[in-house]
């Protein structure tokens, strides 16, 4: 059974466009250095989840496509890089701290649904990304939410079952 997960990136650092780019649309997702988003990776995340890439600290916020986890989570090698922002001296090769998944693009929304949309949407209102200070960079989505979202993305032609 899939789960359904939204995974953030600042544009300036990591873009749906950057993804898109990249060979065969597919990235590892790197630089998670939060334990509870971490987990989730390591945890939870597995090979067939569906993804919704949000577009952070821009404007507007936004979640401007989705992503197929491709890859089960595995050890993130920038924490052992000590030339990489994302190194982590503490890190040990024998027991790794930060794990990785690798995503690979499946739709670039031709319009981005917003965070202000996504507020002001009953059917939301309990989603994880609106809820105060909730600031992971990775998070559980429910399959209704999921939905919800590509509805809002394509209201007068929503997909046949693309995404699900």
């Given at each position: 059974?899939?789960?359904f997960w939204l995974?953030k990136?600042e544009p300036?650092?990591?873009?749906?466009?950057?993804?898109?780019?990249?060979?065969n649309k597919?990235?590892?997702w790197?630089g998670?250095?939060?334990?509870q988003?971490?987990?989730f990776?390591?945890?939870?995340m597995?090979?067939?989840?569906?993804?919704l890439?949000?577009?952070?600290?821009?404007e507007?916020?936004a979640?401007v496509?989705?992503?197929?986890v491709?890859?089960?989570a595995?050890?993130?090698h920038t924490q052992?890089?000590?030339?990489?922002?994302?190194y982590?001296p503490k890190?040990d090769?024998k027991n790794?701290t930060?794990?990785m998944?690798?995503v690979k693009l499946v739709?670039?929304?031709?319009?981005?649904?917003?965070l202000?949309?996504?507020k002001?949407n009953p059917k939301?209102?309990?989603m994880?990304?609106?809820q105060?200070?909730?600031?992971?960079s990775v998070?559980p989505?429910?399959k209704?939410e999921?939905?919800?979202?590509?509805r809002?993305?394509?209201?007068?032609?929503?997909?046949?079952?693309?995404?699900l």
């Open positions: 059974m899939s789960k995974v990136s300036s650092e990591f873009s749906i466009d950057d993804l898109e780019k990249s060979k597919t990235t590892c790197d998670v250095r939060n334990y988003a971490r987990n990776i390591r945890d939870e597995k090979a067939g989840d569906k993804v890439f949000y577009h952070s600290s821009t507007p916020n979640i496509g989705v992503c197929d491709v890859k089960d595995y050890p993130d052992f890089d000590s030339k990489h922002v994302h982590d890190a090769k790794p930060w794990f998944v690798d739709k670039k929304f031709k319009k981005p649904v917003t202000e949309e996504i002001v939301l209102a309990k994880r990304l609106v105060r200070g909730n600031r992971l998070m989505v429910t209704d999921f939905e919800e979202i590509i809002m993305e394509s209201p007068l032609n929503p997909p046949k079952g693309d995404f």
